[in-house]
């Protein structure tokens, strides 16, 4: 059971004598507390089910794909992108605003993660390029993180709604964290997987190149013995 001991404190030995009211106080503030530990709970899985979801696109040679979402002014966006196959694992990314402004520009980017505020509401764009590929798919996988905008009341705030911000705000920043950690983790999984198919193909072509040597050595040896043999014999006249 979830309750601070300041709280008992407090009734015990501040509020008087124990006694059926003191106690049945302390049972309320108990559940008080198991309320918002539960309502705490729950406002974080809804921000990790609300949180960005990674996704995978294949952009064809001389192709470009876009993707759109609508943010509100005053909150941050994200993206967050890896080249998991094609060509030498680079992609150019554009990514602009709603009156066509280039917020960012890179090319031949074969990674990358990019947070900005949003400074007017409306549809940014995210596109991908593989223009400069002739004709090898690149496979991305990305992820467009858009975070809540303020709430705030209007007028000064009372205790409650203090409290109530607070508690969102812890919320956000935790969400974020474990958004972060989640990011990391998809990150750290492509690049096994990236590597592991590097690993791959570097020893299936060491295990053709040394079979290819083993029969090139069977050949000579096999030339070499036929030549010798062929030197060494005698030819009779008859």
Known sequence: MFFSISTVVKVLFIRGPIDFANWRLIYNEMNMNRRLLSTFCALVLLQLL??????????????EECFFEKVEGGTKFGITFEVIEGGFLDIDIKITGPDNNVIHESEKESSGKF??????????????????SSMTPKL???SIEVSDAPHRPAGAPSEEEVGHTKLEDMIQQLSGTLTGVK??????????????????????????????????LVLMTIGQVYYLKRFFEVKRVV
């Not at 947070?115 to 593989?130: E, K, L, Q």
């Not at 690049?191 to 570097?202: F, P, Q, Y």
């Open 140 to 142: 991305v996988m990305f």
């Open 50 to 63: 609300r949180a960005s979801e990674a996704f995978i696109v294949t952009v064809d040679a001389h192709n």
């Open 183 to 216: 990011h990391e983790q998809e990150y750290m999984h492509v690049r096994d997987k990236i590597h592991r198919s590097i690993n791959e193909s570097t020893n299936s072509r060491v295990v053709l190149w040394s079979t290819f040597e083993a029969l090139v």
């Open 115 to 132: 947070t900005f505020a949003a400074v007017s509401t409306g549809i940014y764009r995210v596109c991908f390029n593989n223009e400069r």
